[in-house]
């Protein structure tokens, strides 16, 4: 007993994913009644999903729906395409309704419904050949938005792959020149250091000098007036 309450905790998130992409029966209200309908969920915002869902259909069956407005967490917005043929389904052509909603963040719901006239709506138990083509349908669209999101994702991952590997190299690149740079300025110190001793040396050696200078100086100063004493000594004479 033990065992399975570890294996609840994996599997119950696999159960949760496993109803992603999958056309399911559910209901709607519409018109004050419920209506049976096929819902889908995709792992992607509603905004995406209706989006898809429009032009999907718009590709595949050449079906064009009308609706407006913003779709947020829990907000309906129907979207509808009358007295359309849809041959896959039905020789009649049908009222084509359908909405996305939010359960949460990151996973849309599509919920589709239609008619074959007023108050003629498919239904699992009334019309269950054309509802199941119908649910064909739903699950194709999931299957084909399945396949544009992991896509997508593939994309976005490649994307932030190469950022990273572009910032990878950046940051190598930088470092491998703030490395030349740091040696550099080692060779410069280096250099300064030999020079700064070269420097002290040559001071020192400049000081003794200096000091010989200093009294060589002095005997010229007392060699040159004691040749000024004779030579006035001289004119005087």
């Known amino acids: 007993m033990r065992f399975l309450i570890p294996l609840l905790f994996v599997l119950l998130p696999l159960a949760g994913r496993a109803q992603l992409y999958e056309a399911r029966t559910s209901s709607v209200n519409f018109e004050k009644r419920e209506r049976d309908a096929l819902k889908v969920q995709v792992e992607a915002s509603a905004d995406w999903t209706r989006n898809f869902w429009q032009s999907w259909l718009k590709d595949t069956y050449n079906i064009k729906l009308k609706g407006d407005g913003l779709l947020g967490v829990g907000k309906k917005d129907n979207l509808t395409a009358r007295q359309v043929p849809m041959s896959s389904v039905t020789g009649k052509l049908l009222d084509l309704y359908s909405t996305v909603t939010a359960p949460s963040d990151s996973v849309a719901e599509l919920s589709v419904w239609a008619a074959m006239g007023p108050d003629s709506f498919l239904s699992a138990a009334g019309t269950p050949t054309e509802f199941n083509a119908l ?28 950022a990273t590997e572009k910032e990878k190299d950046k940051l190598e690149k930088e470092r491998s020149n703030l490395a030349s740079n740091t040696k550099a300025n080692l060779e410069k110190i280096e250099q300064l250091h030999k020079q700064n001793a070269d420097n002290k040396l040559k001071s020192a050696e400049d000081s003794v ?25 001289l004119d005087r004479n």
């Open 209 to 233: 000098k200096l000091l010989d200078n200093a009294r060589l100086l002095e005997l010229r100063k007392a060699q040159l007036e004691r040749r000024r004493a004779r030579l006035t000594n």
């Open 135 to 162: 649910r064909g349908i739903v699950q194709s669209f999931g299957a084909a938005a399945r396949l544009k999101a992991y896509r997508e994702q593939l994309a976005a991952a490649e994307k932030e792959l190469s």
